[in-house]
């Protein structure tokens, strides 16, 4: 192969590669939200359909184990928050590597990708300002 194909070659093994990577990263912030939803699914069961006294099987891993309905909740909001962070550092991570990947291709960057939404205090302030 002459130095021109290698190139070529090379170039093509590293698109490949980082598109492979964006589209890992958008299958475990599909795989996550999914485990969100379950356990979304999960607090509102235990809010509507279980008495406050009561104690509820839990699996974990291969087995299931009895724990008060507060227990419970309390071990799903966590895993939640856990949940949310992970899928929020994936979603960062992800623009970064679509970028990259965009610049290898040799596309313009995504206008308006990088946004982040007003925080709670900044849209207090707006709201305060626009009631002037």
């Known amino acids: 192969m002459d130095a021109v194909s290698q190139r070529v070659l090379e170039y093509l093994t590293e698109v490949e590669e980082v598109a492979e990577d964006v589209l890992t990263t958008k299958q475990q912030i599909v795989d ?32 299931f184990i009895k724990f008060s309905k507060s227990k419970t909740t309390e071990m799903i909001q966590k895993d939640q928050e856990q949940l949310d962070n992970e899928i929020n550092d ?15 291709q ?7 990708y990088s946004l982040s939404p007003l925080s709670t205090d900044e849209i207090k302030a707006i709201n305060s300002l626009l009631k002037r």
């Not at 994936?90 to 290898?104: D, I, S, T």
């Not at 040799?106 to 308006?112: C, H, Q, V």
């Open 106 to 112: 040799g596309k313009p960057e995504l206008r308006g």
């Open 90 to 104: 994936l979603r960062k991570g992800l623009k970064a590597k679509v970028n990259r990947l965009n610049e290898m």
């Open 32 to 63: 996550l939200d999914t485990k969100r939803n379950r356990n979304r699914e999960a607090l509102n069961a235990l809010k509507h359909d279980v008495a406050d006294s009561e104690k509820v099987k839990v699996c974990l891993g291969s087995m």
